[in-house]
């Protein structure tokens, strides 16, 4: 049973930094793409960023510049590095990882989720 769960949330101040954690356990790491999605109140889930199993990354345009995917296979772990903190950033941000060993923008396509942390961004 592979289980994602996700740290880091928080309130910050509109320029500011914060960064999420999403340590996996079960399944096989190393092989899978991980990615970030986030959710606004009354709005879709939408793509942030992924990396995959060979360090390849791709973002979403409103965050590229600003935030940044890595992995660390050794502690099963993947981060989002998020600066320059704008209100619109405010969401629920969610960690999925995706057994397909290639760049995937697409939820649907995600095997498995975690819970979810807020990000709030104040003006």
């Known amino acids: 049973q592979v289980q994602l769960v996700e740290s880091g949330g928080g309130l910050v101040q509109a320029g500011g930094s914060l960064s999420l954690s999403c340590a996996v356990s079960g399944g096989t790491f190393s092989m899978y793409t991980m990615g970030w999605f986030r959710q606004a109140p009354g709005k879709e889930r939408e793509f942030v960023g992924a990396?995959?199993?060979?360090?390849?990354?791709d973002y979403r345009d409103s965050v590229k510049g600003r935030f940044t995917i890595s992995r660390d296979n050794a502690k099963n772990t993947v981060y989002l590095q998020m600066n320059s903190l704008k209100p619109e950033d405010t969401a629920v941000y969610y960690c999925?990882?995706?057994?397909?060993?290639?760049?995937?923008?697409?939820?649907?396509?995600?095997?498995?989720w975690g819970q979810g942390t807020l990000v709030t961004v104040s003006p």
């Open positions: 999925a990882a995706c057994r397909i060993r290639e760049m995937v923008v697409i939820a649907g396509e995600y095997d498995y």
């Open positions: 990396v995959s199993w060979d360090l390849r990354t």
